[in-house]
């Protein structure tokens, strides 16, 4: 199994994301309810002017890879949709996920895991960088192939309606930065890794 869990509800797999569950901490598990589909509404005709000169189109990853080359990010693509940056210390996955490959997902990993007997502390550290920091939701995900419990910051952003390129370039800067920054809390303030 890889380590970047898959997601269902992706336009690949054209099925709508239906719910599932999620492990919260240990074997207790919490139902998450399926995503409502909100009423589809379609865009102006013609958007105000950004005055750069530059139009609203929808997001693909061969727009985000460009981008990422402008911020001289480089990556690898998976040849599954999605685009792979790595750092020393971790990576992070660029990808379109929903029904229509309209959210913008940006996930990170530290390459460090966690033993399972310091799980409660993942959860303590996870749920306290959540509690202080508006981007990058943290997670602990599910048990690797030996047994050790992998870290995850994932910022998500629905772009249905498009966005111009100098709002995806800020959005991805914004998510490599937010995702370093993540990564050297969790070795250094949060002593985690």
Request: with cysteine.
């Given at each position: ?77 998976d ?23 309209e959210?913008l ?65 800020e ?9 370093t ?10 002593a985690?890794?």
């Open positions: 199994m890889p380590w970047w869990s898959w997601r269902p509800g992706t336009a690949a797999d054209n099925e709508p994301d239906t719910g599932g569950e999620v492990a919260v901490q240990g074997t207790v598990r919490v139902s998450v309810p399926a995503q409502r589909e909100p009423g589809r509404t379609s865009p102006p005709a013609e958007l105000p002017s950004t005055g750069s000169g530059d139009q609203v189109e929808q997001v693909s990853l061969a727009r985000i890879g460009k981008a990422l080359d402008l911020l001289d990010i480089r990556f690898l693509a040849g599954g949709g999605s685009l792979l940056a790595m750092w020393e210390r971790h990576a992070v996955l660029f990808t379109l996920e929903g029904p229509e490959d959210i997902v940006m996930r990170a990993r530290p390459h460090a895991t966690v033993p399972p007997d310091w799980a409660d502390r993942a959860y303590r550290i996870v749920n306290e960088w959540n509690h202080t920091r508006r981007f990058c939701k943290a997670y602990v995900g599910d048990p690797t192939e030996r047994g050790q419990l992998p870290i995850y910051a994932e910022l998500q952003v629905p772009l249905a309606a498009g966005a111009h390129d100098p709002l995806l370039v959005l991805l800067d914004c998510g490599a930065a937010v995702a920054s993540f990564v050297d809390w969790l070795h250094d303030e949060g985690l890794l």
